[in-house]
Antibody
Framework: EVQLVESGGSLVQPGGSLKLSCVASGFTFSNYWMDWVRQTPGKSLEWIGEINTDGSKTNYAPSIKDRFTISRDNAKSTLYLQMSNVKSDDTAIYYC??????WGQGVMVTVSS | ETTVTQSPASLSMAVGEKVSISCKTSTDIDDDMNWYQQKSGEAPKLLISEGNTLRPGVPSRFSSSGYGTDFVFTINNVLLGDEGIYYCQQSDNVPFTFGSGTKLEIK
């Protein structure tokens, strides 16, 4: 059974940093591109970015480019989202997903002073 | 960036009726459109992927059509368990933008 488990969500002050993790199991993690998607409270979904199978290529949404970094450790079957210089608009539930096919349960990030 | 315009924002249907949701894209995306269902408190679930391909285990009551810039998602014989929010997402070019969602209520 495919499982994606996010962690690392918390309350963070504007301008601060946070790193989310997503541990994968039940499939060969290194064979799949991985994505991060977020959902603001009561609103739609926003695709944040993706990373290729070996971590050598990433693509990002303009809204977070240069502030967020996606990386992965295939030996640990783990995907990461490093968030820097966060803003109130970054308050959302963050999901990791295998290109939309399987999803984690999501982790809440709240940006507030 | 490709903009995805989804309509309607909400629907209220009776059991057994047919549901149609539209997504229009600002650029030609071939048939690179995905459709998701999200139930309250849950992560989205992929129902239909690129090429109007029904995902394994998804009932054939769900279908989609379209190519280029105009796409339609259909639920035939809607059931009470189909309540939720439905999203389209284009996967032709980054960023992979989503529609704003359609909230489906079953009367």
């Amino acid at each position: 059974e495919v499982q994606l488990v996010e962690s690392g969500g918390s309350l963070v002050q504007p301008g601060g940093s946070l790193k989310l993790s997503c541990v994968a199991s039940g499939f060969t993690f290194s064979n799949y591109w991985m994505d991060w998607v977020r959902q603001t409270p009561g609103k739609s979904l926003e695709w944040i970015g993706e990373i290729n199978t070996d971590g050598s290529k990433t693509n990002y949404a303009p809204s977070i480019k240069d502030r967020f970094t996606i990386s992965r450790d295939n030996a640990k079957s783990t995907l990461y989202l490093q968030m820097s210089n966060v803003k109130s608009d970054d308050t959302a539930i963050y999901y990791c997903t295998t290109e939309g096919i399987d999803w984690g349960q999501g982790v809440m990030v709240t940006v507030s002073s | 960036e490709t903009t995805v315009t989804q309509s309607p924002a909400s629907l209220s249907m009776a059991v057994g009726e047919k549901v149609s949701i539209s997504c229009k894209t600002s650029t030609d995306i071939d048939d690179d459109m995905n459709w998701y269902q999200q139930k309250s408190g849950e992560a989205p679930k992929l129902l239909i992927s690129e090429g109007n391909t029904l995902r394994p285990g998804v009932p054939s009551r769900f279908s989609s059509s379209g190519y280029g810039t105009d796409f339609v998602f259909t639920i035939n014989n809607v059931l009470l368990g189909d309540e939720g929010i439905y999203y389209c997402q284009q996967s032709d070019n980054v960023p992979f933008t989503f529609g704003s969602g359609t909230k489906l209520e079953i009367k």
